[in-house]
């Protein structure tokens, strides 16, 4: 298994501010993502962060609206830039132990809203 | 691509009552279906998870079917608690292949009533 953090657990931002939010893992993952959930909804693949490379983003996602980074195998971090409350959900960071491995483990979560 | 619905979006139960949640998936070719326990202000939690070469698999008081002909999946939570409260995710997809990832399904919110 794998024990997820993610910093901050929530924040409150005005809009056209900017917000990085950290995800740590205990251990060295293979795959690394980011998903969006806003409020009642279910899970939305943001992009898989690639360690040492640019992010690869799911339709409807840009990278200037959500740079990534993946310096290692433990550690990414998602940015929510230029924000509008429309981002206001909960953003989740998710791994992958490895590639063909079956289990998809989810972060706490950091909730967003944006004023 | 994948496309995963759930049914029903809310689900009200009296403790020790038993709670079906289904799901439908329109990938023929998905073969590993999790289910996933979300709680109030926390992430999603891997609950229980079936491969498409089992029709069944139980943990507990948890089970998942599996009807590969008819594409479609059931989690089954016998004798409930209140709390096993929360909203609950099928997901499917295609594995081993790093470029499919999870869909998911709408979520059902379970209350379960003391």
């Known amino acids: 298994s794998a024990v997820i953090s993610q910093k901050p657990s929530r924040d409150i931002c005005q809009r056209g501010t900017s917000l990085t939010i950290q995800c740590q893992v205990d251990?060295?993952?293979?795959?690394m993502f980011w998903y969006r959930q806003q409020p009642g909804q279910s899970l939305t693949l943001i992009a898989t962060a690639n360690q040492g490379s640019e992010a690869t983003y799911e339709s409807g996602f840009v990278i200037d609206k959500f740079p990534i980074s993946r310096p290692n195998l433990t550690f990414s971090t998602l940015t929510v830039s230029n924000m509008s409350p429309e981002d206001s959900s909960i953003y989740l960071c998710s791994v992958k132990t490895g590639v063909s491995t079956d289990t998809q483990y989810f972060g706490p979560g950091t909730r967003l809203t944006v004023l | 691509g994948e496309n995963v619905e759930q049914h029903p979006s809310t689900l009200s139960v009296q403790e020790g009552d038993s709670a079906v949640i289904k799901c439908t998936y329109s990938?023929?070719?998905?073969?590993?279906f999790p289910w996933y326990k979300q709680e109030l202000g926390k992430g999603p939690q891997l609950i229980i998870d079936?491969?498409?070469?089992?029709g069944e698999k139980k943990d507990q008081r948890i089970a998942v079917t599996l009807n590969k002909t008819a594409k479609h999946f059931s989690l089954h939570i016998t004798e409930t608690q209140p709390e096993d409260s929360a909203v609950y995710f099928c997901a499917a997809t295609l594995l081993p292949n790093a470029g499919n990832m999870l869909t998911f399904g709408g979520g059902t919110r379970l209350m379960v009533k003391p």
């Open positions: 251990s060295q993952v293979t795959m």
């Open positions: 079936i491969r498409s070469n089992v």
């Open positions: 990938d023929s070719a998905s073969n590993y």
